[in-house]
C-alpha cells in the first residue's frame, strides 16, 4: 500500500474545521495592552533590553547550521522548497527578534513575527511531502498565503486569530500526520521535542515578570522564551536533516519502518 493510499486526509481537514470553528466562536483576540513592556528593560553587552536582544543568538546560529546543511549535502527529496523556507525563517526570526527588541513597538514586530509564521509554512510543507509522499506544493504556497495575511489582519485590526490559528494546527497536525504515516520514532521524538519546548517557551512568555522576580532579576521569562524556542528549533532542524537524507522508496514511509523503525 502507497503512502498516498494510506493516508487518510479526513483527519487533517476535521482539524481544520476544527480551528477555525473555534477562531470565529472565540471572536476578536487582541494583543495584550502592555505586550511591549518587558520585565528585563535593562542595558547589558551594550544593547537596550540587551538580554531579550542577545538570546536569539542562537536561534540565528542554528538557522544558518540548517542552511549550511542544505548547501552541503545532496537532498534526495522533492520537499527542498519547503526545506529552504523553514531554514531561511528560522535566521530571520533570530534577526526579526533581535531587531524588535532593540526598540519594541508594533511595526518592529512585524518582522518577530512573520518569519515565525513562515517557519509554520516550511515545517507544514516539509512534513507534509515527507509522510504523504506527494508534491507539499499547493500546502506550502497556501501556508505561505496564510501566514502573510495573519501578520498583516493583525497589524490593520488588532486581531491575532489567523496568527496565532496557524501555530496551533501546525502543532496539533504535524504529529497527526507522523502519527498516520508510521514516521520513524527518531524524527517524531525530535518533533515532539520541539513541540514540547515552543510550548514551555510561551509559557515563560506568560511569566515573564514573575521568573524576573524569582531569579532575583538575573533572567526575565521573555529571555527564557528565546531560549526554549532556540532548543525547539534544534530539534526541528535534527529531525529536518533526518528526513531530507532518509530515501523512500515508491512505497511511501511505511517502508522506513523495516529501515529504521
Given at each position: 500500500?502507497?503512502?498516498?493510499?494510506?493516508?487518510?486526509?479526513?483527519?487533517?481537514?476535521?482539524?481544520?474545521?476544527?480551528?477555525?470553528?473555534?477562531?470565529?466562536?472565540?471572536?476578536?483576540?487582541?494583543?495584550?495592552?502592555?505586550?511591549?513592556?518587558?520585565?528585563?528593560?535593562?542595558?547589558?553587552?551594550?544593547?537596550?533590553?540587551?538580554?531579550?536582544?542577545?538570546?536569539?543568538?542562537g536561534l540565528i546560529l542554528i538557522g544558518l547550521w540548517a542552511c549550511y546543511g542544505?548547501?552541503?549535502?545532496?537532498?534526495?527529496?522533492?520537499?527542498?522548497?519547503?526545506?529552504?523556507?523553514?531554514?531561511?525563517?528560522?535566521?530571520?526570526?533570530?534577526?526579526?527578534?533581535?531587531?524588535?527588541?532593540?526598540?519594541?513597538?508594533?511595526?518592529?514586530?512585524?518582522?518577530?513575527?512573520?518569519?515565525?509564521?513562515?517557519?509554520?509554512?516550511?515545517?507544514?510543507?516539509?512534513?507534509?511531502?515527507?509522510?504523504?509522499?506527494?508534491?507539499?506544493?499547493?500546502?506550502?504556497?497556501?501556508?505561505?498565503?496564510?501566514?502573510?495575511?495573519g501578520v498583516w489582519h493583525w497589524h490593520v485590526s488588532g486581531d491575532l486569530r489567523?496568527?496565532?490559528?496557524?501555530?496551533?494546527?501546525?502543532?496539533?497536525?504535524?504529529?497527526?500526520?507522523?502519527?498516520?504515516?508510521?514516521?520513524?520514532?527518531?524524527?517524531?521524538?525530535?518533533?515532539?521535542?520541539?513541540?514540547?519546548?515552543?510550548?514551555?517557551?510561551?509559557?515563560?512568555?506568560?511569566?515573564?515578570?514573575?521568573?524576573?522576580?524569582?531569579?532575583?532579576?538575573?533572567?526575565?521569562?521573555?529571555?527564557?522564551?528565546?531560549?526554549?524556542?532556540?532548543?525547539?528549533?534544534?530539534?526541528?532542524?535534527?529531525?529536518?536533516?533526518?528526513?531530507?537524507?532518509?530515501?523512500?522508496?515508491?512505497?511511501?514511509?511505511?517502508?522506513?519502518?523495516?529501515?529504521?523503525?
Open positions: 500500500m502507497s503512502a498516498i493510499q494510506s493516508m487518510n486526509p479526513a483527519p487533517s481537514w476535521a482539524l481544520f474545521a476544527l480551528i477555525v470553528l473555534v477562531l470565529l466562536a472565540t471572536g476578536h483576540i487582541n494583543q495584550l495592552a502592555h505586550y511591549h513592556d518587558f520585565a528585563d528593560q535593562t542595558r547589558w553587552l551594550l544593547l537596550p533590553n540587551g538580554k531579550d536582544v542577545w538570546s536569539n543568538v542544505l548547501k552541503r549535502v545532496h537532498i534526495p527529496f522533492t520537499g527542498r522548497i519547503s526545506a529552504y523556507v523553514l531554514a531561511s525563517a528560522i535566521v530571520l526570526t533570530g534577526l526579526g527578534s533581535s531587531y524588535y527588541h532593540l526598540q519594541p513597538n508594533d511595526f518592529s514586530l512585524i518582522w518577530d513575527r512573520l518569519p515565525i509564521s513562515l517557519i509554520c509554512a516550511g515545517l507544514l510543507g516539509m512534513v507534509y511531502q515527507y509522510t504523504h509522499q506527494r508534491s507539499e506544493g499547493w500546502l506550502l504556497s497556501a501556508a505561505i498565503v496564510c501566514a502573510l495575511l489567523l496568527y496565532l490559528g496557524m501555530q496551533v494546527f501546525t502543532i496539533l497536525a504535524l504529529p497527526l500526520w507522523l502519527w498516520q504515516a508510521r514516521a520513524p520514532r527518531a524524527i517524531t521524538m525530535a518533533l515532539l521535542w520541539a513541540i514540547g519546548f515552543y510550548i514551555v517557551s510561551k509559557v515563560t512568555e506568560a511569566l515573564d515578570m514573575q521568573i524576573f522576580t524569582a531569579t532575583a532579576h538575573l533572567i526575565s521569562g521573555h529571555t527564557l522564551k528565546h531560549l526554549f524556542a532556540t532548543m525547539a528549533m534544534a530539534c526541528v532542524v535534527v529531525a529536518m536533516r533526518a528526513m531530507l537524507q532518509t530515501s523512500v522508496s515508491a512505497n511511501g514511509v511505511r517502508c522506513l519502518n523495516r529501515k529504521f523503525g
